[in-house]
Every structure is written in structure tokens, then in C-alpha cells.
């Protein structure tokens, strides 16, 4: 059964650090995963997906990378803003029309 | 893009009663949409995936009988969680996906989330 870890499960930073969220999946024989921005009380921002045969995908300040074999991905957040302030989910699919398991998350604060 | 509109935001009512949730792809048709729900601080947990024209398949640990989901249409399933009892307050949030190509390839469109809140 896959599982997705995230670490850290909390992060503050102050406005303007660079910053690395990581996510690891215990079955590597994924089809695609993706990174999503959560704010309190809200529903889910899609924010990149990776295909598995991909090693990174970008928009804007955000790079996510994936390194299938060793069941991990990062998402790189560049010089943050206090509007980065959200929980950042990492979420992958196995195969075929199986939803996507998520983890638990990372809180991020970013302090002006 | 993809919209998933789900309704209501949010609910709150009496233990015992049923409550509906609507989920609606409004551009494009989703075969197949997934039903989430998350508590504080939690991450999301899959409840059911929801297939047009056929029964619902359910995760472990969650009760058919409780969650009833129907999937009617291309572009509309629903979750009526029946007789609510303080412990099924929730974030219930649900997924599709377009068919088309590959299903690996499609990414899951996300509605707004439903707050439950049962008293």
C-alpha cells in the first residue's frame, strides 16, 4: 500500500528565504504526482504535476523535482512571500484510474 | 481549466439528520470522481471512488450504508452522509478527473471542500 511522508510537518521562514519541502512515497512505481496548495478551511490548489517519466516541472518561483527510483520529490519555493503562507500537500498515483494517496503536509508560515 | 463546484461550503445541523454534498464538473465530464474527507490538520483520506452508471467502490473502514453516494451523471456525483452523528464532522472535499488518453496523464480536479459541522 503506497504511502506519502512529508517532511517538515511545520515551517516557518522569514519573507524572502528560499526553501525546500520534502516528500517521500514508499512505492516507487508511480504513474504521476503532484503538489497542492492548501489555505485554512479551503479546498485544493493544483500547483505542478509531474509525469513519472519527468524529473522536474516549474511555474513561476515554484520548481517541484522527482526522483522516482528513491521514492522521493522536493518542492522548491523561491524567495518567499508571506502569501506563500498555506499547507503544501504531496499527493501521487499508482497506476491507471487510482486516485491519488496524499500525505499528510507541510504547514508553511512566512514571516514579513 | 478543469472546475469542480462542490455544494454546500458548508453545513451545519442537527445530529440524525441526512446530509447531501454535491459535486459537479462544469466543463468537462468526469467518469470517475472521488470522494476525500479531512480532519483538523490531517491529511486527505480517500472515502470512495464514485463510477457513472455503477455502485461506488468504498475504502476500507468506511461504511457504505453511512456515506450513500450516487453518480448519476457525467457531471454530477453526491455524498449524503445519513443519520450525521457528531463524529462525522468534517472537511469533506471531492475529486474528478476527465477521461481521455491516458488516465495517468489527467490530473484530479479539486472542488472547494464542505464543511460539516454536526451538533
Known amino acids: 500500500k503506497q504511502e506519502v511522508t512529508q517532511i517538515p510537518a511545520a515551517l516557518s521562514v522569514p519573507e524572502g528565504e528560499n526553501l525546500v519541502l520534502n516528500c517521500s512515497f514508499t512505492d516507487s512505481a508511480i504513474y504521476n504526482l503532484q503538489w497542492f496548495r492548501q489555505d485554512p478551511g479551503k479546498g485544493l490548489t493544483s500547483l505542478l504535476l509531474?509525469?513519472?517519466?519527468?524529473r522536474e516541472q516549474t511555474s513561476g518561483r515554484l520548481n517541484a523535482s522527482l526522483d522516482k527510483s528513491s521514492g522521493r520529490s522536493t518542492l522548491y519555493i523561491a524567495a518567499s512571500q508571506p502569501g506563500d503562507s498555506a499547507t503544501y500537500l504531496c499527493a501521487v498515483r499508482n497506476s491507471g484510474n487510482t486516485p491519488l494517496v496524499f500525505g499528510k503536509g507541510t504547514r508553511l508560515s512566512v514571516i514579513a | 481549466g478543469a472546475v469542480v463546484s462542490q455544494h454546500p461550503s458548508w453545513v451545519i445541523c442537527k445530529s440524525g439528520t441526512s446530509v447531501k454534498i454535491e459535486c459537479r464538473s462544469l466543463d468537462f465530464q468526469a467518469t470517475t470522481m472521488f470522494w476525500y474527507r479531512q480532519f483538523p490538520k490531517q491529511s486527505l483520506m480517500l472515502m470512495a471512488t464514485?463510477?457513472?452508471?455503477?455502485?461506488?467502490?468504498?475504502e476500507q473502514g468506511v461504511e457504505k450504508d453511512k456515506f450513500l453516494i450516487n453518480h448519476a451523471s457525467l457531471t454530477l456525483s453526491t455524498l449524503t452522509v445519513t443519520s450525521a452523528h457528531p463524529e462525522d464532522s468534517s472537511f469533506y472535499i471531492c475529486?474528478?478527473?476527465?477521461?481521455?488518453?491516458?488516465?495517468?496523464?489527467?490530473?484530479?480536479?479539486f472542488g472547494d471542500g464542505t464543511r460539516l459541522s454536526i451538533l
Open positions: 509531474i509525469q513519472s517519466s519527468q
Open positions: 464514485s463510477n457513472e452508471g455503477s455502485k461506488a467502490t468504498y
Open positions: 475529486s474528478a478527473r476527465a477521461p481521455g488518453g491516458t488516465y495517468s496523464n489527467q490530473p484530479q480536479h
